[in-house]
């Protein structure tokens, strides 16, 4: 599976951003997609996942301010991100997870830039 992320730039604080991981098949065969994000100097961290099932979850520093969603037609996976922070600077990278059997298959986008100034 390829992921493929993108919208990702530079705002203002209280700025909004929407970032799409667009899937090279389909996004309902991945059990869990997600974002992550990684500052410098920080290790990767889980923003935001979107289950088969549609099930969401948050980061606590971000609930309330981020939406996941998904177009499974378009196989995408965005992220709105709005009341933006400037510790929200960050790399983000698409996630997916799939599991055959008892076996876990992790695929990763490449990174998108996040700056948000004060």
């Known amino acids: 599976v390829q992921l493929q992320a993108f919208g990702g730039g530079s705002v203002q604080a209280g700025g909004s951003l929407r970032l799409s991981c667009a899937a090279s098949?389909?996004?309902?065969?991945?059990?869990?997609m997600g974002w992550y994000r990684q500052a410098p100097g920080n290790q990767r961290e889980s923003v935001a996942s979107?289950?088969?099932?549609?099930?969401?979850n948050y980061a606590d520093s971000v609930k309330g301010r981020f939406t996941i969603s998904r177009d499974v037609a378009k196989n995408t996976v965005y992220l709105e991100m709005n009341s933006l922070k400037p510790e929200d600077t960050a790399v983000y990278y698409c996630?997916?997870?799939?599991?055959?059997?008892?076996?876990?298959?992790?695929?990763w986008g490449q990174g998108t830039q996040v700056t948000v100034s004060s």
């Open positions: 996630n997916a997870v799939r599991m055959v059997l008892w076996s876990k298959y992790d695929y």
């Open positions: 098949e389909s996004i309902l065969k991945m059990n869990v």
């Open positions: 979107i289950a088969v099932s549609s099930t969401t």
